[in-house]
DNA sequence: ATGTGC
C-alpha cells in the first residue's frame, strides 16, 4: 500500500486508508453540510460545517470526527457546529460552536480552550495611510518596546494582589478606573468588557502566580498588534455607523489571558475528567471531559473561567492604553486628536449563559464559542447603542499578510448558529511544518516587498505565522457573509505588524 | 494557546 502524506488518511494497523470527506457529510445548501447521526455511535444531533465546497476540501476528517463527538453530549441542543475556519482542536474542534440545555446539558473546557477569552479588539484613528507609511517603522518599533510580547514576557504594569483580583472580576472597567483607557472603551467591548458572576476562590494560586506579571502582554504564536488601512467598504450605512471609511489606519489587537487562562483551564480540567466518572457522562474521547451544568465542578469552572475572560479583557485594555502612547509618541499628537477610540473588541474563546429561541420556545443554554465570534443581529439589547441598528460588530483577522475583515451580525445568526461567525482565516499548516517549510527572514523579506513591516521575538515565529499555513481570510469570510450570518462591512490591509 | 514534555 502507497503512503500517503494527505490528512485525508488514518491508520488501519499497517495502512493507510484514505478517508473521503465527502462520503462523510450531506450537502444541505452551497454552506451548509450536515454530519448525520450514526456518523458515530450515541450523536444526540446532527453535526453541521458551515463551507464552500472548495473549503471543504481543506477540512480534516478527524476534525469532522470531532464535531461529532461533540453532538455526543448530554444536552446538547439542534446540531454540533463548525464555522469554516473549522480545524482539529484540543476536544472541540477550533471553529466549533455548542449550545447546551442550562439544566440538563454539560459545561466543557474543551469547548472554549485553553486560551480562554482570546479575543480581538480595533481601534480606530482618524489618520490617513498616506501620513503613516513614512512612519510605520518607528511605529512599530514603538509598538513593540511597549507592549511586551513572546512567550513569558512580563508587563511593565506591577500589578498588586489586590489589582489582580480587580482584573478578574472587572475586566476592562478595572483597566480603564486605573487610568489605562476612557469610559466608552469600555462601553464598545462585548458584554462591557466584563462579565458578571467570576468567583476567585476557583482560581488557583498558580494562575494567580502566572497572571500576575501578564497584564498588559501580547503572548506568542498567531497573537498580534497590526496597523492597518481601511482598503474596501462594502456596506456604507454600516460601515458610516462603525466610523469607518476608505484610506483610515486602524489598529488591531489579537491576544488573550496568557498563563492565566491557561493555567484555569488545565487545573479545572484535572476536576472535570474526575467528574465525567464521577457523574456516568460516556464521552467518546477523554479531552470531552465536562460535568452537569448545574454540578458544583462545571459550576467552579465556569466562575474561574469568567475570571480568565475578564483578566483577557483587562488584557487587551491595558495593551489598548499603550498602543494610544506609542501612536503619541511617533505622531506628536494627542490620542483624542488622532481620534483613537475603540470599535469594538470581541471575545473569541468562551463559554456564555445566552437565552435562545429554539422551536419556537425560549431557552437558556451555554453557549460554547471555540474559535468563533458572537454576531448578534440589529436590535439585540447586547449590542451597543451606537450600533444596534446595525449589528454587533464581528471583527475577524486574516493573517500576517493578509486582509483582515469587519463584519455586522446578521438577521440568520440567531437561527442558524445561535448568534455566532466566524474568527480568522484558520490554520491549515502545523507549526512544526511551517517552520520546515518556510524561513522567517524570507518571509519578512516578502512581506516589506508588499509594504508590510514586520516586527517579531524570533524569525521562527514569523515562519510558523506565515501566510501560507492559513486559509484564505477572504473565502472564510464569504462564507458567513453568504449564509447571512454576519454581513461583510469593510476590508482592512496591514501595515505593520508586531508579534511575540 | 502555553514558564511550547512528565
Known sequence: MVESEDTGTE??????????????????????????????????????????????????????????????????????????????????????????????????????????????????????????VPKIKTLVDELFKNVPSGVGSKSRFRASDRELDSAFLEGAKWAVEAGYGVKADVEHCEGNGCLEGADLSHVSTKARARGKPQIGTLGSGNHFLEVQYVDKIYDRE????????????????????????????????????????????????KQLACAPAQSREAQNYFKAMLCAANYAWANRQMITHWTRESFEKVFSRDAD??????????????????EHNIDGRKKEVYVHRKGATRAFPAGHPEVPAAYRDVGQPVLIPGSMGTPSFILCGAKEAMDVSFGSACHGAGRIMSRVQAKKEFQ???IKDDLEAQGITVRATHPSVIAEEAPGVYKSSSEVVNVVHELGIARKVARVIPIGVAKG
Open 11 to 132: 491508520e488501519l494497523g499497517t495502512e493507510r486508508v484514505h478517508r473521503d470527506i465527502k462520503s462523510m457529510v450531506r450537502k444541505l445548501s452551497d454552506n451548509q453540510w450536515e454530519i448525520p447521526i450514526g456518523h458515530i455511535p450515541n450523536m444526540r444531533v446532527p453535526g453541521r460545517l458551515f463551507v464552500s465546497e472548495n473549503l471543504l476540501g481543506g477540512i480534516d476528517p478527524d476534525t469532522i470526527d470531532q464535531i461529532a463527538n461533540v453532538a455526543t453530549l448530554p444536552g446538547i441542543q439542534k446540531y454540533s457546529m463548525a464555522m469554516p475556519d473549522a480545524h482539529l482542536g484540543y476536544g472541540f474542534a477550533i471553529g466549533g460552536v455548542a449550545a447546551f440545555d442550562a439544566e440538563e446539558g454539560v459545561i466543557s473546557p474543551g469547548g472554549v480552550g485553553f486560551d480562554i477569552n482570546c479575543g480581538v479588539r480595533l481601534i480606530r484613528t482618524n489618520l490617513q495611510k498616506e501620513e503613516v
Open 238 to 285: 454600516a460601515a458610516s455607523a462603525f466610523g469607518l471609511e476608505e484610506g483610515q489606519v486602524t489598529v488591531m489587537v489579537h491576544c488573550g489571558s496568557r498563563g492565566a487562562g491557561h493555567q484555569i483551564c488545565t487545573d479545572h480540567l484535572k476536576e472535570l475528567s474526575q467528574a465525567v466518572k464521577k457523574y456516568g457522562i460516556e464521552i467518546p474521547d
Open 337 to 354: 486628536d488622532m481620534g483613537m477610540s475603540l470599535l469594538y473588541d470581541v471575545a473569541h474563546n468562551v463559554a456564555k449563559l445566552e
Open 440 to 442: 522567517g527572514q524570507s
